[in-house]
Structures are given as structure tokens and as C-alpha cells.
């Protein structure tokens, strides 16, 4: 069984940059991707970025070139930094595991991005 648990969130003002950082407790076996998602109220879960076991990445349109996915070699803490952030990027955060068939999920962290 694997936790876990997103930090890094808060309120920032528009430009201003966060990094999310999602910390994983338990056997971290058969990865083959992790990801960051993101809802906002009244909007259905929408990745945001992946990455691969063999670190390739992959973003929203709405993101690249300006937030970053990235983990260590023991693929543990990922981390998603957030530059030039705007209004539209304020949502709950979740990370996600993928671990052999199963997708395991934190509890979501807060991003708000004022005007």
C-alpha cells in the first residue's frame, strides 16, 4: 500500500511561482508513471503533467513552458514546479502514482493564484 501526501501549496499572486512537492510512504514497486492533476470547483480532474519511468514528460498545453515535472532517482519526492503562474491556474492539486494496474492518489493541495 502506498500513501501519498502533496505540499507545497498556498496563495500566490499572479507571476509569482510555487513548487508542489508530493511524498510518498510505502513500497514504491512496478512504477511505471507519475503525474500531477489538477481540479478546479465545478471542473472535472485534468492532468496537468507526467512522467514516465524512464523520465520522459509530458504537459497541458495550458502549462508548458511554465511548470516543470520532475522526482529523484529513487522516483520519490515528485515535485511540480509552477512559474509565471496566472488566475486560471488556481485549483486543488493532486499527484498520482501508477503503480503495476492500480493508480494511487493524495489528498490534494491548494493553489491559489490571486490578480
Known amino acids: 500500500q502506498v500513501q501519498l501526501v502533496e505540499s507545497g501549496g498556498g496563495l500566490v499572486q499572479a507571476g509569482g511561482s510555487l513548487r508542489l512537492s508530493c511524498a510518498a510512504s510505502?513500497?514504491?514497486?512496478?512504477?511505471?508513471?507519475m503525474a500531477w492533476y489538477r481540479q478546479a470547483p465545478g471542473e472535472q480532474r485534468k492532468l496537468v503533467a507526467w512522467?514516465?519511468?524512464?523520465?520522459?514528460?509530458v504537459y497541458a498545453d495550458s502549462v508548458k513552458g511554465r511548470f516543470t515535472i520532475s522526482s529523484t532517482n529513487a522516483k520519490n519526492p515528485l515535485y511540480l514546479q509552477m512559474n509565471s503562474l496566472k488566475p486560471e491556474d488556481t485549483a486543488d492539486y493532486y499527484c498520482q502514482y501508477r503503480l503495476g494496474d492500480r493508480n494511487y492518489w493524495g489528498q490534494g493541495t491548494q493553489v491559489t493564484v490571486s490578480s
Open positions: 512522467i514516465g519511468s524512464t523520465n520522459t514528460t
Open positions: 510505502g513500497v514504491i514497486f512496478k512504477l511505471s508513471a
